[in-house]
């Protein structure tokens, strides 16, 4: 069993829809939680980050943790086709120099 | 906000022959960076983790002497793959902890086709 796991998609809406993206993880020694976006044949850029369980919101980006339920999603309001990407969640246990265990991804492609 | 550079941004070499791929972190210093490798439709594979004046510290099943990570100074860390195979190719990635902010900078990746 992968230690977080993630739909690969792909996954296709319409402009100006709410996309829901989502993961689960098994190791409940993880705290951080961080979800990146990456453009085709670019390094991830970090979105939103959160510190164990809760809601944070960053314009039309939510980012949800449920720890009891080993689950993290983000939201994304009014999606443009600018948000086409793949979606990474992203994990660690420590807040420092501690690597960080990814997702596999999923592909968003938004519709005009 | 901090910026990682890395380069080249692709590069195309034939079987046997070595490449370098840089990784910089611009106007902060990275202590430690990470080097990730990435299959297509794949997520990030952590291949080691990179220490300033120090040896790297390699993920199990990586080769130590076939990825040689240089971290020399603050600001620059090195990944070279030796006697590169077609096997090898694959898009590397850098990134770097800004203490400065949450979150780990990554770089723009670097394409390798072994021919």
């Known amino acids: 069993q992968k230690e977080v796991e993630q739909d690969p998609g792909p996954l296709s809406v319409p402009e100006g829809a709410i996309v829901s993206l989502n993961c689960t993880y098994s190791n409940s020694a993880f705290q951080y939680f961080m979800w990146y976006r990456q453009y085709s044949r670019k390094g991830p850029e970090l979105l939103m980050y959160t510190y164990s369980s809760g809601n944070k919101e960053d314009g039309r980006f939510t980012a949800q943790v449920d720890k009891s339920s080993k689950y993290i999603s983000l939201f994304i309001r009014d999606s443009q086709p600018s948000d086409s990407a793949t979606y990474l969640c992203?994990?660690?246990?420590?807040?420092?120099?501690?690597?960080?265990?990814f997702g596999t991804g999923t592909r968003l492609t938004i519709i005009p | 906000g901090a910026v990682v550079s890395q380069h080249p941004s692709r590069v195309i070499c034939k079987s046997g022959t070595s490449v370098k791929i840089e990784c910089r972190s611009l106007d902060f210093q990275a202590t430690t960076m990470f080097w990730y490798r990435q299959f297509p439709k794949q997520s990030l594979m952590l291949m080691a983790t990179?220490?300033?004046?120090?040896?790297?510290?390699?993920e199990q099943g990586v080769e130590k002497d076939k990825f040689l990570i240089n971290h020399a100074s603050l600001t620059l860390s090195t990944l070279t793959v030796t006697s590169a195979h077609p096997e090898d190719s694959s898009f590397y990635i850098c990134s770097a902890r800004d203490w400065a902010s949450f979150g780990y900078t990554f770089g723009s990746g670097t394409r390798l086709t072994v021919v």
């Open positions: 990179s220490n300033e004046g120090s040896k790297a510290t390699y």
């Open positions: 992203a994990m660690s246990v420590d807040f420092g120099n501690e690597k960080l265990t």
